[in-house]
């Protein structure tokens, strides 16, 4: 029982050290003329569903740092089910 489960936690380490795969966090670094920014992930749904009912999110794009005097505001929709 304990060598499928160390042979199979191998497999994860190597393949995630290569690199292989899509990133699995929901804001991925990028670059805009030489400023740090966040951006959406587009593979993010692929984690949950299948790639042809996966949905993307709204484009967001972020500064990765925080202007002097200004404090970050997030906006969270709560979703009611109706029924």
Same mark, same amino acid.
């Given at each position: 029982?304990? &060598? #499928?489960?160390?042979?199979? @936690? !191998?497999?994860? %380490? $190597?393949?995630?050290?290569?690199?292989?795969?899509?990133?699995?966090?929901?804001? &991925? #670094?990028?670059?805009?003329? @030489? !400023?740090?920014? %966040? $951006?959406?992930?587009?593979?993010?749904?692929?984690?949950?569903?299948?790639?042809?009912?996966?949905?993307?999110?709204?484009?967001?794009?972020?500064?990765?740092?925080?202007?002097?005097?200004?404090?970050?505001?997030?906006?969270?929709?709560?979703?009611?089910?109706?029924?």
């Amino acid at each position: 029982m304990l &060598l #499928p489960l160390l042979a199979l @936690g !191998l497999v994860e %380490l $190597t393949l995630r050290l290569a690199g292989y795969g899509h990133p699995t966090a929901f804001f &991925l #670094p990028a670059n805009d003329q @030489g !400023l740090a920014m %966040l $951006t959406d992930n587009p593979w993010f749904g692929w984690r949950f569903f299948p790639p042809a009912v996966a949905r993307n999110a709204a484009t967001v794009v972020s500064s990765r740092t925080k202007a002097t005097g200004h404090h970050p505001h997030f906006c969270a929709w709560r979703i009611r089910s109706h029924g």
